[in-house]
């Protein structure tokens, strides 16, 4: 599987880290990556036993540091940017740490301006991110609502969308 491709998929397993803890793992089964579908299960209430499912080695331990193994477990993610998002996620679900500090690692500015928005920058932040699909996303999640996952385009992160923000 070539890098870039690696990477964008396990980047919409950093976005779907968000998920509420309301979300149904039903909604997960519209994702078609096995992967990312098995993630989504573990952490719409299903625990890190689903995290198992998963075979890259960087989703798995993103998987297991947001399903109660700490922040501590992002250290085994090999990408910067991953690690740092995957830090925030795990700190968010910690009420007293605060998450948004890690988002100043991501190098990317588009994963960088998300990672502020759902860690209590708000919706303001979604505006500094140039990829559509990102955006809505992150419009959704900030209190825009379901409606927004109807302009995001890839299939399996629209599907995240609808999971997280039911």
Do not use: V
Request: with cysteine.
């Amino acid at each position: 599987m070539n890098t870039h491709l690696l990477r964008a998929l396990l980047w919409l397993a950093c976005l779907l880290a968000a998920l509420p803890t309301h979300a149904q793992q039903g909604d997960c089964g519209f994702i078609q990556n096995p992967d990312r579908q098995a993630y989504c299960r573990a952490i719409s209430g299903g625990g890190s036993s689903h995290c198992g499912f998963i075979r890259d080695s960087d989703l798995q331990a993103r998987c297991r540091a947001e399903t109660g193994g700490g922040s501590g477990q992002c250290g085994f993610i090999r990408d910067h940017d991953l690690q740092a998002a995957c830090r925030a996620s795990a700190d968010r679900a910690s009420p007293s740490s605060g998450s948004s500090g890690q988002c100043g690692f991501i190098q990317n500015p588009d994963k960088q301006a998300y990672c502020r928005a759902t860690s209590g920058g708000g919706s303001g932040q979604c505006g500094f991110i140039r990829d559509s699909d990102l955006q809505a996303m992150c419009r959704a999640e900030t209190g825009g609502g379901s409606g927004q996952c109807g302009f995001i385009r890839d299939h399996d992160m629209q599907a995240a969308c609808r999971a997280k923000t039911r």
